[in-house]
């Protein structure tokens, strides 16, 4: 055996070793029993239902069903228990579809990933959750994925503006946190955030902070440029700004005694120049603007585990919704980001270009049914506008017949008289 197919071999078995697990996965394709899979708190007695449905359009009748909200203006708090694990030197990735087939207006379409600790049964808003992640869209103003992550306690949201869809299709978020302490942000198996949990969230002190200590010496000149010491005010510079009007002229019919001492209007003098100014030349005892030194925050701590939790046993829908009707579908909880692109690609990937179609098929007909509607409309107007017609035609017929009739009759009175007149 050589070297180099040794080498393989080693490295066959590494990749072995490295197992993908699946801690959960749900695709709601066994009717309606995901009703004994899934809990809804009863921490409030009014949450919103969730139905099952692939909604008015899809690629495929039974795969695109899922978790659909059906009450508009309402909390929605579900959630599902699967075995309890931790994400300890593995890559942690979590992946589902939204649809917000009803043109969301206000409403979260994101999950949170709780510690197995979490009572299913009272879930709420304000439970601890490890992870919180997903679109959100609020008006025109917020439309975006969050990325929260609870560290030591404390609930930490991302520093980076990541975008949302806001069409009314089916769309594929994942994210994966390695423990290399990075993150991937992906929607549609496409990329759209990336980078390190320690620079992208502020969940430690800064490392450098300034030095306490260190002050700004007294006499540290930071002016760049300072008048001249040589530069005099001329002597005849300073001259009034207004002075009485020259070529004004006393009027000839002044009178001194009715209308006062005359005294000409004032303008502008034309050797005003202003306040003086000295001129201004390079500082010789500039140094430049002084900067503060800094020190290593004595608060920082390095963390090489930032991206760890200890318990993952719970996923929740804990949303509110103004209009209805997301549909939540396709989850995957996984420590592959490999297989999770694979599944992604078999279930949105798989039915999203029929999804389209449909959509746009049913656009197109409700086009075409708007259209006939309307011209069935015109048609009957104009069919309207012609009987009316029709009608004064005839009424003016009538008209004329009775005209005709009366000269008859005329003419036959005539015929009569002179009947007589000859008689
Ligand atoms: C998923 O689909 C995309 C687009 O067709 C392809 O480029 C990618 O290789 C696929 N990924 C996997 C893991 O099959």
Not at 255 to 282: A, L
Request: with cysteine; glycine share 6%; proline share 5%.
């Amino acid at each position: 055996m050589t070297a180099l197919s040794l080498l393989f071999m080693a490295v066959s078995i590494a990749l072995i070793t490295a197992e993908s697990s699946v801690y959960f996965r749900e695709q709601f394709e066994d009717g309606d029993t995901w009703r004994s899979r899934w809990v809804e708190s009863k921490h409030k007695s009014d949450y919103g239902k969730f139905v099952l449905s692939a909604g008015k359009f899809y690629g495929d009748a039974e795969k695109d069903k899922g978790l659909q909200t059906s009450q508009d203006a309402h909390f929605y708090a579900l959630s599902y228990r699967f075995a309890d694990f931790n994400n300890k030197d593995q890559p942690l990735v979590i992946q589902f579809t939204v649809k917000h087939e009803q043109s969301i207006d206000c409403g979260g379409g994101y999950i949170k990933l709780f510690p197995s600790d979490l009572k299913q049964e009272d879930m709420h808003g304000d439970s601890t959750y490890n992870i919180m992640f997903g679109p959100d869209i609020c008006g025109p103003g917020t439309k975006k994925v969050h990325v929260i992550f609870n560290y030591k306690g404390k609930n930490h949201l991302i520093n980076k503006d990541i975008r949302c869809k806001d069409d009314e299709y089916t769309h594929l978020y994942t994210l994966i946190v390695n423990p290399d302490n990075t993150y991937e942000v992906k929607i549609d198996n496409k990329k759209v955030e990336s980078g390190s949990l320690e620079e992208d969230w502020d969940f430690l002190p800064p490392k450098k902070i300034k030095d306490p200590e260190a002050k700004k010496p007294e006499d540290w000149d930071e002016r760049e440029k300072i008048d001249d010491p040589d530069d005099k005010k001329p002597e005849d510079w300073d001259k009034p700004e207004n002075i009485p009007d020259p070529d004004a002229k006393k009027p000839d019919d002044w009178d001194d005694e009715m209308d006062g001492e005359w005294e000409p209007p004032m303008v502008t003098n034309p050797e005003y120049k202003g306040e003086w100014k000295p001129r201004q030349i390079d500082n010789p005892a500039y140094k430049g603007k002084w900067v503060h030194p800094e020190i290593d925050n004595p608060e920082y701590t390095a963390d090489n585990e930032i991206y760890k939790y200890d318990s993952i046993g719970v996923i929740g829908l804990d949303l509110w919704q103004v209009k209805s009707g997301t549909i939540f579908d396709n989850f995957l909880i996984t420590n592959d980001p490999k297989l999770a692109e694979e599944v992604g690609n078999e279930t949105w990937g798989a039915t999203k270009d029929a999804e389209k179609k449909m959509k746009e098929g049913q656009e197109e007909e409700e086009r075409k049914k708007h259209e006939e509607e309307e011209s069935t409309r015109k048609e009957e107007a104009k069919d309207e506008e012609e009987e009316d017609k029709e009608e004064e035609e005839e009424e003016e017929e009538e008209e004329e017949e009775e005209e005709e009739e009366e000269e008859e009759e005329e003419e036959e009175e005539e015929t009569d008289s002179k009947l007589k007149d000859e008689l």
